[in-house]
Nanobody, 123 residues
């Protein structure tokens, strides 16, 4: 059974940085496309970023382009989301998700999910 565990969330001031990690166990990471999603209170879950299994394609939603960077280390079975220049509107629970077929922009397509990590951007 594939399992995903996120970490790295926390409280940060506006303009600060955080790096989220998503560790995949139960299978080799290179078999999977990995997406990052977030859900703010009272809002629907939205796609933030995605990276292909071969590390040759990345996607970012417009609101994070130029600020967030997704990367993967298959040897460590880990995907990272480096978040810079954080804004209060980035506050949400961040989830990683895995699928063997593609980078999807909608959450219902993904087969496996982590439990989420809270990111709070506030002064």
């Amino acid at each position: 059974q594939v399992q995903l565990v996120e970490s790295g969330g926390g409280l940060v001031q506006p303009g600060g940085s955080l790096r989220l990690s998503c560790v995949v166990s139960g299978d080799r990471l290179e078999h999977y496309y990995i997406g990052w999603f977030r859900q703010a209170p009272g809002k629907e879950r939205e796609g933030v970023s995605c990276i292909s299994s071969l590390d040759d394609y990345t996607y970012y939603t417009n609101s994070v382009k130029g600020r967030f960077t997704i990367s993967r280390d298959n040897a460590k079975n880990t995907v990272y989301l480096q978040m810079n220049s954080l804004k209060p509107e980035d506050t949400a629970v961040y989830y990683c998700a895995a699928d063997q077929a593609a980078c999807y922009y909608t959450d219902y397509e993904y087969d496996y999910w982590g439990q989420g990590t809270q990111v709070t951007v506030s002064s």
